[in-house]
């Protein structure tokens, strides 16, 4: 750690703050370039405890950065973890509210529900795989607070890696069901496909991306509780939308989930 507990509080509070006012920011790296990975993850603990002092319920954890695409798109290297809580989940088919945030993008990604607890380190896809009650389809919506979504890794870690809004609807599977690393996925918006891929993307199998989780959780002394939802990470790019959009996620065999934007 180089930061004190003031700063950390400090910089908590402007990122919530931006994320509540839908404003952005620059970078936090910036003004506090020695800051360290476990000070990106402070910083990020510390705006769940400013919702959960408000009665914030935490609904699910997010992977982030978890396909070649992703880390292309954004230039970073590793893949990094959030937290989802329930003011971020939006029904199935419903509207969200693009005037509630800066610049938001959708991504396509396989959602996990547990049916164990998973506790790392040593967690690989089988683990991952043996603890997962049922996969399903998701889009994230995700909202970076840092301007035109310029940031580097530590940056993102403490503004909750993006997350802003998901949903998670279609047709639920048992993991045993489904090859999630050829199963494909369409992501449509307006009625146009604009960005497709498959399962493999994510790390070579979604599940792995769970078993990375849960092999950072460990190391800070936490596991994946049993009944988690967990977001494995966008399988494609993220695509960007405005006003009048209206997105559609199609994955192979689970059926279909979309949102509307105005
Ligand atoms: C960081 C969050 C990325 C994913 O699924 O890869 C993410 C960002 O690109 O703003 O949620
Ligand atoms: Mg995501």
């Known amino acids: 750690m180089t930061l004190d507990d003031a700063t950390l509080g400090r910089l908590a509070e402007h990122l919530e703050t931006?994320?509540?006012?839908?404003r952005d920011t620059l970078k936090i790296t910036d003004d506090y370039p020695d800051m360290d990975w476990e000070d990106a993850y402070a910083v990020q603990d510390?705006?769940?405890?400013?919702k959960l002092a408000?009665?914030?319920r935490v609904v699910g954890l997010k992977c982030?950065?978890?396909?070649?695409?992703?880390?292309?798109?954004m230039g970073v290297t590793a893949p990094v973890f959030g937290f989802l809580v329930d003011e971020f989940a939006v029904a199935e088919g419903a509207m969200v509210r693009t005037a509630e945030l800066i610049h938001p993008e959708v991504e396509p990604e396989i959602a996990?529900?547990?049916?164990?607890?998973l506790r790392g380190p040593g967690c690989h896809v089988g683990a991952a795989l043996a603890a997962t009650d049922f996969v399903l389809p998701g889009i994230e919506v995700i909202d970076s607070r840092y301007r035109d979504f310029k940031?580097?890794?530590?940056?993102?870690?403490?503004?909750?890696?993006?997350?802003?809004?998901?949903?998670?609807?279609?047709?639920?599977l048992p993991a045993a069901d489904v090859d999630l690393r050829t199963c494909g996925v369409v992501l449509e918006k307006n009625g146009q496909s604009v960005a497709l891929g498959a399962g493999a993307a994510v790390?070579?199998?979604?599940?792995?991306?769970?078993?990375?989780?849960?092999?950072?959780?460990?190391?800070?002394g936490h596991s994946i509780p049993a009944g988690s939802l967990i977001l494995s990470g966008g399988v494609t790019k993220a695509?960007?939308?405005?006003?009048?959009d209206h997105v559609c996620l199609r994955v192979q065999g689970m059926g279909q989930v979309s949102l509307r934007f105005n």
């Open 18 to 22: 931006c994320q509540l006012q839908a």
């Open 46 to 50: 510390r705006i769940l405890q400013r």
């Open 54 to 56: 408000r009665g914030a």
């Open 64 to 73: 982030g950065l978890t396909s070649r695409a992703k880390i292309q798109q």
């Open 112 to 117: 996990f529900v547990l049916k164990h607890e």
């Open 151 to 172: 940031f580097d890794l530590k940056s993102v870690i403490a503004d909750n890696t993006s997350a802003a809004r998901f949903v998670v609807g279609g047709r639920a």
């Open 203 to 220: 790390l070579g199998h979604p599940a792995a991306a769970v078993a990375a989780l849960a092999n950072h959780l460990g190391r800070r």
């Open 239 to 244: 695509v960007a939308v405005a006003p009048g």
